[in-house]
Nanobody
């Protein structure tokens, strides 16, 4: 099985920045599209950003476009999410995930592997 572990969450003020990391297996980072999702208690897990296996193509939710940047370093088996200009509505648990197909990465029901999540809290 593929193990994914998120880190980098914390408490920041609105307008601040955080960089999340997701460390995983070499198998995951050698061939899988990967993405970030977020979820608040009682709400559905929502798509945030995705990147193809080579780091060439990216995709973002409209709510974070222009503020968040997804990247990956396959040599280090690590996925990143740079979050700038954070807003209170960005508060959530952030999860990284991997899918077998690029067109599946933005569908939470087609994610094959999930990390445990890292909490991001943005104060007003």
């Amino acid at each position: 099985q593929v193990q994914l572990v998120e880190s980098g969450g914390g408490l920041v003020q609105a307008g601040g920045s955080l960089r999340l990391s997701c460390a995983g297996s070499e198998r995951a980072f050698s061939s899988y599209p990967m993405g970030w999702y977020r979820q608040d208690p009682g709400k559905e897990r929502e798509f945030v950003a995705a990147i193809d296996w080579a780091g060439v193509s990216t995709r973002y939710a409209d709510s974070v476009k222009g503020r968040f940047t997804i990247s990956r370093d396959n040599a280090k088996s690590t996925l990143y999410l740079q979050m700038n200009s954070l807003k209170p509505e960005d508060t959530a648990v952030y999860y990284c995930g991997a899918a077998n197909r690029w067109h599946s990465i933005s569908d939470r029901f087609q994610i094959n592997y999930w990390g445990q999540g890292t909490q991001v809290t943005v104060s007003s």
